[in-house]
């Protein structure tokens, strides 16, 4: 569908697998650039995703950080129902919106 | 007497508030000797200070029917009035007495 | 190896029962006192003892409260030494103009027990407060690289801790860590945590956390404010992608209580004497890298031979498989319940046995703490 093209701050991502160490620093790399161009929602879909480590985590909880100091919003959706639990174990349901699977 | 509601209302077992108790006996008992050879004596400034000692002792323990005689007598004192004063001092005697020997049953 | 954080009040009254309550009451939240019945004597000790707050009562014979007061501001070693005034409610109306200066406070009697031990909770906070800002930051300097080079405590530096231990780090630079501190004769604070992450950067944090936890777990602060203040200092040192969970259980011995604060940690386990063994599911935020945070807060009654067991992560995830370790918490309930008849120092060791059939393939390092009430 053609649309006028206008400068969004929404964007979704999808990753499609685990959020670990061994990818941590190219993903927060890319989460960064997207802030840094004006992005304020941001939306990370979780289908594809069964594991998240701590360092994972780190990179998810400072990219709400940042997006929070520039009055935005950090969503994830798709979320598999035991790293539902975790978010929810670490209270980080009350930081960010955690949407679960299905 | 209820020693557990005491305690419990000061924040301490019961074994503390017994032992607490029994101090306050010992010294209400010392406070009350002097406190009526004051008032047989008409004098008016030590009967402030005795039935003030005892006041604070019994209200700091939850004594509340002590305390409320004592205080009456220091108030009453403090205008350089003694009336009431002997019978203060019997009353108060009889529920140290009476403390003793709840105390006891306890032990 | 751990210092006791003793604070100490001097208590005057020429009441010997009202002392006596007041003594118990403060004794109880690990608190030492001395007491003197009298100005002349109570100058002295402040002097001699240093005390870090005095609670004076007004209406004494010979010297009175006011009296006192005015002596000591004088006095430049007692000068600035936090004073609250007892008195009863009567001399409080006609003694009013006396107040504005000289005393921080006032608490009326009878005293109430937790009136006395929040008022001086607060003047002892404040007072800690001005008179630190200046040298804390050396303090704090100074007590990391103490703690850099001293070792994890064991049961044998503490023995009247009541805790067992084991530890396995996967790297050198552990990002795993606890700490046992005696708050207190009665009190004793256990600490686990997790670092995110396991590079090179962490075992500064772990020391910063020790230095923190003895500055900061001390009889004047509730549990939940200590573990605030650690998050407030971490959130300025650590990188904005790193946070730690924790766990910290403080438990008063004497007042037979546990206080278990959780950061994002697994659940504690609890092993009643008698009773079923169960999961202690409290919800907090992680430390160090939230601004506003919360950490949930249990009290527990205890019994003697009660029993709880904290750990990190790596205990129960399993090496190997792609699952986070929420799942495994049933397999430690269950292996949990079959520790009772052993010694609590041996029993950690035993519980990661029947966890963790081999340590090769670890991906995680292993913290278990074991506390017996």
Wanted: hydrophobic content about 40%; some cysteine; aromatic content about 6%.
């Amino acid at each position: 569908m053609a649309t006028a093209r206008k400068k969004s701050t929404k964007k979704t991502i999808k990753p499609g697998k685990d959020i670990i160490a061994s990818m941590a620093e190219d993903f927060k790399a890319k989460l960064l650039k997207l802030v840094e161009q004006g992005i304020k929602n941001l939306t990370i879909d979780f289908k594809g995703v069964n594991m998240v480590d701590s360092v994972g985590l780190g990179v998810l909880i400072a990219t709400h950080n940042s997006l929070d100091s520039v009055g935005g919003e950090l969503t994830i959706k798709n979320v598999s129902h035991d790293i539902y639990n975790l978010f929810m174990t670490m209270r980080l349901d009350q930081h960010f919106e955690v949407i679960k699977a299905g | 007497m209820d020693f557990k509601g005491l305690a419990d209302r000061l924040g301490l077992e019961k074994e503390e508030f017994i032992e607490l108790a029994e101090l306050f006996v010992e010294t209400g008992s010392s406070d009350l000797r002097q406190l009526q050879s004051a008032v047989e004596q008409g004098d008016v400034q030590e009967v402030v200070k005795k039935s003030h000692s005892i006041k604070g002792a019994s209200g700091n323990l939850g004594f509340t029917e002590i305390f409320g005689v004592a205080k009456d007598v220091e108030a009453n004192a403090r205008e350089d009035n003694l009336d009431g004063a002997v019978g203060a001092v019997v009353v108060i005697k009889e529920k140290i007495d009476q403390l003793a020997q709840a105390i006891n049953e306890k032990a | 190896m751990n210092d006791k954080q003793n604070l100490t009040i001097l208590l005057v009254d020429d009441e010997p029962v009202g002392v006596k309550v007041l003594e118990k009451t403060l004794q109880k939240e690990g608190y030492r006192t001395i007491s003197a019945d009298n100005g002349p004597l109570a100058r002295r000790l402040a002097s001699k003892k240093q005390p870090d707050l005095i609670l004076l009562d007004i209406m004494m014979p010979g010297e009175d409260g006011f009296e006192v007061v005015k002596l000591l501001k004088k006095d430049p070693s007692t000068a600035y030494i936090p004073v609250i005034f007892l008195t009863g409610k009567d001399e409080l109306a006609s003694k009013m103009m006396g107040f504005d200066l000289e005393a921080v406070d006032y608490i009326t009697k009878p005293f109430h027990g937790r009136e006395v031990v929040a008022r001086v909770r607060l003047h002892l906070k404040l007072s800690l407060a001005t008179n630190s800002l200046i040298e804390s930051q050396a303090a704090r300097l100074r007590q990391i690289q103490d703690a850099q080079t001293s070792m994890l405590v064991t049961p044998e530096d503490l023995p009247d801790a009541g805790f067992g231990v084991y530890y396995m780090a996967l790297l050198e630079a552990g990002g795993d860590f606890y700490d046992v501190l005696q708050i207190s004769d009665d009190i004793y604070g256990y600490f686990v945590a997790d670092v995110s992450g396991h590079d090179i950067a962490t075992s500064y944090i772990t020391s910063a956390v020790k230095a923190l936890l003895k500055q900061n777990c001390i009889p004047i602060y509730q549990p939940a404010e200590s573990m605030k203040m650690i998050n407030n200092v971490l959130k300025e040192i650590l990188p904005e992608d790193k946070y730690l969970t924790a766990c910290y259980a403080r438990l008063n011995r004497d007042k037979k209580c546990m206080t278990i604060v959780n950061g994002g940690h697994p659940p504690v386990v609890y092993l009643p004497k008698e009773g079923q063994t169960r999961l202690i599911e409290i919800k907090g935020d992680v430390l160090g890298i939230f601004s506003d945070v919360y950490f949930g807060v249990q009290d527990i009654r205890v019994t003697e031979g009660d029993r709880f067991y904290i750990y990190s992560d790596g205990l129960i995830e399993k090496p190997g498989q792609r699952k986070v370790w929420t799942e495994g918490l049933d397999d430690l309930l269950k292996a949990c319940s079959g520790l009772r008849e052993i010694p609590i120092r041996k029993s950690v060791e035993r519980l990661k046995d029947m966890l963790l059939e081999d340590t090769i393939g670890l991906e995680d390092d292993i913290v278990v703490l074991g506390i017996e009430a």
